[in-house]
């Protein structure tokens, strides 16, 4: 099952302009950063507390036009993209969701943010939400 919201991300099209905006709006901070080449994209953790331990945003920037971050720029702009939650093993959860009749996007889990599993539920089996699955490492 779901143990906890682990993010919100939300697409934006150049990072390092997100992360001024966020610092110098929000005060908030960078966690962490990577490159994700088989999502194409470029992404940051980042948090409002102090210690990075309380709710994290995930900021995704596209890496190539053809990219998940990319298309959903191109039909919606900036702005939320998707909720993840996480869980403790991944398989099993998406398999859970499968037997209740829900598409999952991939058939097994690819890698995601920090060495974690992933994997996502089709929006229109989730009430127009991008639900990402998130197994940490
Ligand atoms: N949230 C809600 N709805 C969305 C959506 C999103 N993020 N992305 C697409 N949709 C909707 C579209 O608006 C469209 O609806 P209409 O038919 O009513 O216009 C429908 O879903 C389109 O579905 P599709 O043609 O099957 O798929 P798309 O080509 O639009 O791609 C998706 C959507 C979810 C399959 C694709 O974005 C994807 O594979 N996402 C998973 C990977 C990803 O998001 N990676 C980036 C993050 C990486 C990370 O988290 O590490």
Do not use: W
């Amino acid at each position: 099952g779901l143990l906890r919201v682990d993010h919100v991300g939300i697409a934006v099209a150049d990072l390092d302009e997100a992360l001024t905006f966020y610092s110098e709006t929000f005060g908030m901070h960078c966690v962490h950063e990577e490159r994700n080449e088989e999502q194409g994209v470029r992404e940051a953790m980042i948090a409002a507390d102090p210690d990075g331990t309380g709710a994290r945003i995930q900021l995704l920037a596209p890496l190539r036009p053809d990219s998940a971050i990319a298309k959903f720029l191109d039909r919606n702009g900036p702005g939320l993209q998707q909720l993840a939650y996480t869980v403790k093993d991944v398989e099993a959860a998406s398999d859970a969701l499968r037997a209740r009749g829900l598409r999952l996007l991939y058939e097994s889990p690819r890698r995601g943010t920090a060495g974690s599993r992933i994997n996502f539920v089709h929006p229109k089996d989730a009430g127009g939400v991008l639900v990402e699955l998130v197994e940490p490492a």
